[in-house]
């Protein structure tokens, strides 16, 4: 139980930085953070204590294995998240290019 | 003293021409044997990527990419998704998407086992390598943008 | 017990990355919680993730780096900032207040329900013939979502293309 209380509280450092800090490169600090305690979150729900890694070996039963399903879903959200950061700081590289200032609240002309 | 040179350091573009094709060769090794050990396409595409991003880091971007050049790594990358796309399809044939019908499973524990796994392995390896390294050749070390509209 | 001390140990480094002011400092800190992460994959014994997670975040950091080369000018205090900053801390104790209860209703930590996994286990090997259960589950028995997510990287990849681009529109004469 007091794991998942300290992956939550990662969680919450993560969103505090999304909703207070101004800098983009920061919110995308933040986002990362985020996205590390979510798939914390996933492969602690599927642990099981003194388990096996989920590879067969020659010798050894099949027998308390952890889970290998949340391991599966979250080895595709991993690059996912380098994907979604990788497109991110291109557009942020961008703004500072037209705007000259990585501040968001001097960002709020939408031109068409 | 500042070199006039491209790149970084004498040491570290030594050091990278001994080291760059071993890390290459490692990333193929944990591709293939995606079906054994722990690894798979994802872990090995990236670091084969990291190969690349190596030497252009090393050397500066001229000769990274006379090595492997933006228009090819964009051709690698949609030869992947196709090769993926395409062994899903060729399930059809034998019943349903994915089905594995054509390569029989072989024994375990040995390298070729496991029907489409590691034909499937090496599609996403191809995609997800040349993809991170066409990400990073537009976005960490290109000219400064004009003021173009 | 290690498994709590490494998990305080990236709640300091990310407080460090949240509140430092350099750019660089705390692109740093992020690593650091990365690494952490890595190894917490593989205290929980998955050792397919901590090889994955450990060479996405180098990538990850070199981005990241490259994004802090562009120097900013010093961000101002606006007025009103202890009552947002009051409010945020307000909405997030409410928010773990609530997960606290519907914490209580997962199973306790250490004994999952694997009801589908139990499947995947016994009948992974005869049906698949490969030796790592996970790349089985990827590739084999949920290869649609491993499609899904060659869609979702080749868009993104496509997307970085399309904004870095230096060709801009034709003038009109």
Redesign the interface.
């Known amino acids: 139980?007091?794991?998942?209380?300290?992956?939550?509280?990662?969680f919450?450092?993560?969103?505090?930085?999304v909703?207070?800090?101004?800098?983009i490169?920061?919110i995308?600090?933040?986002l990362?953070?985020i996205e590390?305690a979510i798939?914390?979150f996933f492969?602690?729900?599927?642990?099981?204590?003194h388990?096996?890694?989920?590879?067969?070996a020659?010798d050894q039963a099949?027998t308390n294995?952890?889970?290998?399903?949340p391991?599966?879903?979250?080895?595709?959200s991993?690059?996912?998240?380098?994907?979604?950061?990788?497109?991110i700081?291109?557009?942020?590289?961008?703004i500072?290019?037209k705007y000259g200032?990585?501040?968001i609240?001097k960002i709020r002309r939408l031109r068409g | 003293m500042r070199n006039k040179e491209p790149g970084m350091t004498l040491i570290v573009k030594t050091i990278t021409r001994l080291t760059v094709g071993l890390i290459l060769l490692y990333g193929i090794y944990i591709v293939l044997h995606g079906h054994i050990s722990p690894g798979g396409g994802f872990a090995g595409g990236v670091i084969i990527a990291l190969s690349f991003i190596h030497l252009m880091l090393a050397f500066g971007r001229e000769v990274a990419l006379k090595k492997l050049s933006e228009a090819r790594a964009s051709l690698f990358e949609s030869l992947g998704a196709i090769m993926f796309l395409s062994i899903a399809i060729l399930g059809f044939l034998g019943g349903c998407f994915f089905f594995n019908f054509f390569l029989h499973k072989g024994k375990p524990f040995e390298l070729f086992s496991a029907g489409i796994i590691a034909l499937c392995n090496i599609a996403i390896s191809l995609k997800v390598g040349a993809g991170l390294f066409a990400i990073f050749a537009v976005l960490i070390l290109f000219k400064k943008l004009g003021k173009d509209e | 017990m290690e498994l709590q001390l490494l998990l305080l140990f990236m709640i300091f480094a990310a407080i460090a990355a949240v509140e430092i002011e350099d750019l660089l400092s705390s692109v740093i800190a992020v690593g650091a919680v990365g690494l952490g992460l890595s190894l917490a994959f593989l205290i929980l014994k998955a050792p397919d993730l901590a090889i994955t997670q450990l060479v996405v975040e180098i990538l990850c950091l070199i981005i990241l780096i490259r994004a802090t080369i562009n120097k900013d000018l010093a961000l101002v205090r606006d007025g009103r900032w202890l009552f947002n900053t009051f409010s945020v801390l307000l909405f997030i104790a409410f928010f773990l207040l609530f997960s606290y209860f519907a914490l209580k209703e997962l199973p306790p930590f250490g004994q999952p329900i694997m009801r589908v996994a139990k499947e995947y286990i016994e009948q992974g090997l005869n049906k698949t013939g490969a030796t790592n259960i996970v790349a089985s589950i990827i590739l084999d028995f949920r290869g649609y979502d491993t499609l899904g997510e060659a869609t979702i990287l080749f868009t993104a990849v496509m997307g970085v293309l399309a904004v870095m681009r230096r060709v801009g529109r034709i003038n009109a004469k």
């Open positions: 139980m007091s794991e998942y209380i300290l992956c939550l509280v990662l919450c450092i993560g969103l505090y930085c909703l207070r800090k101004r800098n490169i920061k995308v600090i933040g990362g953070i590390y798939n914390l492969i602690l729900v599927g642990y099981r204590t388990g096996r890694a989920p590879i067969l020659k099949i294995m952890v889970d290998p399903l391991q599966a879903l979250v080895l595709t991993i690059v996912i998240g380098l994907a979604v950061t990788a497109l700081v291109a557009i942020a590289i961008r500072y290019d200032t990585f501040d609240s």
